[in-house]
């Protein structure tokens, strides 16, 4: 059964005591991580003002491949897995989103249906700014055109990233590169993963799934714990990734 968002989850602007805090708070993660931080400041203002502050719930839906097109998600707090069904087979869990993500452009940019699935891994805040409030935007300002379209490009590089890891014949490397883009490429970050999706992602054994882990451990580039990894140092998880630094002797 596919559970979905329902009217409940929204958070309704102007009824509701806590939103002006809600909104702060959702501003502040969101013009410092992803996209919109790299936008100008009255663009970001002008986001966050006509967004609305949705929820949902772990193992729930935001959508699936296939459903009618609709607006953006900006991922305040929690974590979504990403799957995908480009061909007959799936759906294929490849990416694990971590807060500042932005997603749900090519609806946008070419009014056809969503081409990935969303569902929250655990408990999620995002904002969501609609069709017809990023069509109004665009009225007003032609750049803001631009700047929509660069969510696609920011994902098209994420994409590619993965594939260029994919490639990467040690499976150490590839699962710390899976493990820096779920968490965002942040340090002190708590990424909820199983083995078994790590597996997955990273397309391992889970005999290399565990070497890889005890090696970073090891290294001290992450904490692992039951069902969660704890990324400690992301820049030296990603070196290390890229392979510059040692795989280790574990």
């Known amino acids: 059964m596919t559970i979905r968002f329902n009217s ?4 309704p602007g102007g009824t509701n005591p806590t939103m002006p805090h809600e ?34 719930t772990a193992n729930e839906y935001v959508y699936v491949t296939g459903d009618p097109p609709g607006g953006i998600f900006g991922l305040v707090a929690g974590t979504l897995a990403v799957s995908i069904a480009p061909g007959e087979t799936g759906p294929h869990l490849v990416h694990l989103a971590a807060p500042g993500w932005w997603f749900g452009e090519g609806c946008f940019l ?8 969303l569902q929250a891994v655990t ?13 109004r935007l665009v009225s007003e300002d032609a750049e803001a055109m631009r700047r929509f379209a660069q969510i696609a490009m ?12 994919l490639l990467r014949p040690d499976a150490s490397r590839r699962i710390a590169a899976v493990l820096w883009r779920g968490a965002g490429g942040q340090s002190d970050y708590r990424l909820p993963v199983t083995q078994a999706e790590l597996r997955q992602i990273a397309n391992t054994s889970r ?15 992450i904490r692992r714990s039951y069902a969660s990894i704890e990324v400690l140092d992301a820049r030296r998880l990603r070196r290390f990734a890229d392979g510059d630094e040692p795989v280790g002797t574990g």
């Not at 409940?8 to 958070?11: E, F, G, N």
């Not at 408990?123 to 069709?131: E, G, M, P, R, Y």
């Open 23 to 56: 909104k702060n708070a959702a501003s502040s993660v969101l013009t410092t991580h992803g996209w919109l931080s790299h936008q100008p400041s009255r663009f970001q203002h002008l986001v966050i003002a006509k967004a609305t502050l949705r929820r949902a």
């Open 154 to 165: 920011l994902n098209i590089d994420l994409a590619l990233l993965a594939v260029e890891d």
């Open 8 to 11: 409940s989850q929204i958070v």
């Open 110 to 117: 070419t009014g056809m249906p969503r081409r990935i699935s």
């Open 207 to 221: 005999k290399e799934t565990l070497g890889a882990l005890k090696r970073l451990d090891e290294l001290g580039v």
């Open 123 to 135: 408990d999620c805040t995002l904002v969501a700014l609609s069709l017809p409030e990023m069509n």
